[in-house]
Nanobody
């Protein structure tokens, strides 16, 4: 099971940190990903973190603004989002293979 939290309303240029708590498995043993889906758009990959190496990868529009990380002791994956833009407004989902969280809403608006 994956449970996301940390979404909310933020002004343009602001920051949010999303959390994804994993249960029933060890998150660091798997590739973990964040996706997002904006209204009327397809779900898109935001960021990924590899299992063993912990190396990370980002969609081009998020590079330099978003950071994915994990805390193995808490079995939690994070998404730090800085310099947020209105176009970042979406529901953000944590993912491991065919397991999805319920999503957390991020709204960027003045």
């Amino acid at each position: 099971q994956l449970v996301e939290s940390g979404g909310g309303l933020v002004q343009p240029g602001g920051s949010l940190r999303l959390s994804c708590v994993a249960s029933g498995f060890i998150a660091s043993n798997y590739v973990m990903r964040w996706y997002r889906q904006a209204p009327g758009k397809e779900r898109e990959l935001v960021a990924a973190i590899e299992s063993v190496s912990g190396s990370t990868d980002y969609a081009d529009s998020m590079k330099g603004r978003f950071t994915i990380s994990r805390n193995n002791a808490k079995n939690t994956v994070y998404l730090q989002m800085n310099s947020l833009k209105p176009e970042d407004t979406a529901v953000y989902y944590c993912n491991r293979g065919n397991i999805w969280g319920q999503g957390t809403q991020v709204t960027v608006s003045s």
